[in-house]
């Protein structure tokens, strides 16, 4: 069998990514400087912004998805009187208006983006329309006609107004929420245009800015030797804001057998912030993460064995 080239390095590194390069540019450089086998990014940033970006290596690319899942936080600059095809300032100009909204024009419009909210995605993203990428079919020229999906906002605030043609916003929101559609809607919702001009990722799920290593700093590495493995995460790290649960050495061994385990076993340890209908819970078996498991029907069954 081909072994695969690289060192086998498990952990979770957290760029902060410069503006101009995407995101799975980032990806390969870091796996280039650590000349780790395996490695991707959890959740894309368009190249323009700049912010969170955690690469995982080796095992925690099982984890993945509960990152992508994960709250995150945005700050965007809008800058108002110029709509553009792509939503950002890379665009090209669509429309102008001479409006420009007031502050609390802005804060009377923003409960309407707060909560479970329809949103049309930009046609500069990433999705999949019979089987193209929606920018590819844009560049090309037939920009598709994306239909409304739900989003989650969990908070939009107005944070600052630079002035009359800045505003600069904060958001928390769940996964898939596109910050050049909140941006383009709000400044619709308040009479005018605009687009984002500036974008940066605070925090993605439990990881924050504190966490953040410049890409620069990954790269200047003394004589060509491989980063140091010092600079990642455990693997657990982005499990954190699952709850834990506290299992048994044999309930751990049932569990890697793919056995499901009662929930009247469990009666105790389920922690209050857990549903035990449907929630996901961080398995712990001797100080270490042993699943993610899933609870329902009277039952905790594994969804992933780490």
């Known amino acids: 069998m081909r072994r695969r080239r690289g060192r086998a390095l498990d952990g979770w590194l957290i760029v902060d990514k410069p503006s101009h390069v995407t995101s799975t540019d980032v990806v390969n450089k870091v796996r280039r400087a650590f000349d780790a ?4 990014h959890g959740g894309t940033l368009d190249p323009l912004a700049t912010g969170l970006l955690p690469v995982a290596f080796g095992r925690a690319t099982k984890t993945v998805p509960y990152v992508m899942d994960g709250t995150k936080t ?60 929606a920018y590819d079919m844009a560049r090309d020229g037939r920009p598709p006609d994306l239909p409304p999906r739900p989003a989650r906002v969990d908070r939009f605030e107005l944070i600052d107004r630079p002035d009359a043609d800045t505003a600069v916003f904060e958001v928390e929101s769940g996964k898939g929420v596109y910050m050049r559609a909140l941006a383009r809607d709000i400044a619709l919702a308040c009479g005018t245009v605009g687009h984002v001009a500036a974008l940066r990722r605070l925090r993605v799920g439990p990881f924050s800015e504190a966490d953040a290593i410049m ?22 790290t982005a499990l954190a804001d699952i709850p834990a649960l506290a299992v048994t050495e044999s309930q751990a061994r049932a569990l890697s057998y793919g056995q499901a385990i009662s929930l009247f ?42």
């Open 37 to 40: 086998q395996k490695a991707g």
């Open 74 to 133: 945005y700050r965007f600059t809008l800058r108002i009187g110029e709509s553009r095809d792509s939503d950002d300032a890379e665009g090209a100009v669509t429309a102008t208006s001479e409006a420009r909204p007031t502050d609390d024009m802005f804060r009377a419009a923003l409960p309407a983006f707060v909560g479970n909210i329809m949103q049309v995605p930009p046609v500069y993203s990433a999705l999949k329309v019979n089987g193209e990428r």
């Open 215 to 236: 890409l620069d700093k990954i790269l200047a590495t003394d004589d060509n030797a491989p980063a140091s493995p010092e600079l990642l995460l455990p693997v657990a």
């Open 265 to 306: 076993d469990l009666m105790g340890s389920i922690p209050d912030a857990c549903d035990p209908d449907g929630g996901l819970v961080r398995v712990m078996g001797g100080g270490r993460v042993v699943a993610l498991c899933r609870l329902g029907e009277g039952l905790m069954r594994s969804e992933r064995l780490l």
